[in-house]
């Protein structure tokens, strides 16, 4: 049974919300502390560490490769390792895997590792080893480092009074749901769409045929992947500012919820558009 078949439309608009880096104030310790650690470790990558875990936050925070795919970031970062440090055995299978592959989880990377041989078997292989660890790390994460933004829930509550919400995340489904339930955001939340259901593009084309008209159907997110897959279904993208999460939160429940319900949101969300391309440096 799909996780769809138990979802009831209610509303005829939809929210979907981004987990890590818009509702929880998770993704810089989750970098930080557990993604290029976990990379630097499990390939031997202590000689240059600092340089390297500076460079893994610029590709996964602070740039215009934000809250992109673990295994996307992994096969950049380790091709750029691999040009500039040391030799990665399989790196370009990684990456070929990465950017052609038509799911990226533990469960994907698990069956391309057994069905490869060779190099391409032993860089899977690692990024799976990889990413189990990182999920490891982030469950003894200080649960004091685990935290909605400020104004996130209020935020959910203000648009479950009008709309479908749907959590729409690439993070693992036990991490979020864990973290969203601890902080009650699961009670404003109807379906929650995470990494082993599909690409977010994926997952809010999948609410789409449940009969919502695009036009009052909004994604709401911190990085670009978000806004890809909100422009890839015709919706609407409203951004979470990175630095200025709170503020943002506010301005949703102030301005964005009321343009959307009003028709007038296509406008709004070219300006805001910009803000959030400019806040990233694109």
Not at 121 to 142: E, R
Not at 177 to 188: I, V
Request: include cysteine.
């Amino acid at each position: 049974m799909s996780i769809f078949d138990t979802f009831e439309k209610k509303h005829d608009y939809l929210v979907c919300v981004d987990s890590d880096g818009c509702v929880m104030d998770t993704m810089n310790c989750k970098h930080f502390h557990c993604f290029g650690p976990c990379m630097v470790t499990e390939w031997g990558l202590e000689e240059w560490k600092t340089e390297i875990l500076d460079r893994w936050n610029v590709i996964n925070l602070f740039s215009m490769t934000r809250g992109i795919n673990r295994f996307k970031g992994l096969a950049m970062a380790l091709k750029e390792i691999d040009g500039k440090y040391t030799k990665i055995t399989g790196v370009d299978a990684l990456v070929e895997w990465a950017n052609t592959a038509p799911a990226l989880s533990n469960d994907a990377v698990a069956k391309a590792a057994e069905a490869a041989d060779g190099d391409a078997k032993l860089v899977l292989s690692k990024a799976l080893s990889w990413s189990k660890a990182v999920n490891a790390a982030i469950v003894l994460l200080d649960e004091s480092l685990k935290v909605p933004y400020a104004g996130a829930k209020e935020g959910l509550a203000a648009a479950h009074t009008f709309a479908d919400v749907a959590m729409v995340s690439s993070a693992n489904r036990d991490a979020v749901e864990e973290e969203w339930g601890k902080f009650g955001l699961l009670a404003h939340t109807d379906i929650v769409l995470a990494q082993d259901v599909g690409s977010k593009a994926a997952c809010i084309g999948a609410m789409l045929k449940f009969g919502y008209d695009p036009d009052k159907v909004i994604m709401i997110g911190d990085a670009p992947g978000d806004c890809d897959a909100a422009e890839k279904n015709g919706v609407h993208y409203y951004p979470i500012l990175v630095n200025r999460e709170k503020e943002s939160w506010e301005e949703a429940v102030e301005v964005a919820f009321d343009k959307l319900q009003s028709g007038a949101y296509a406008p709004y969300g070219t300006q805001k558009k910009q803000e959030f391309l400019a806040n990233l440096g694109g």
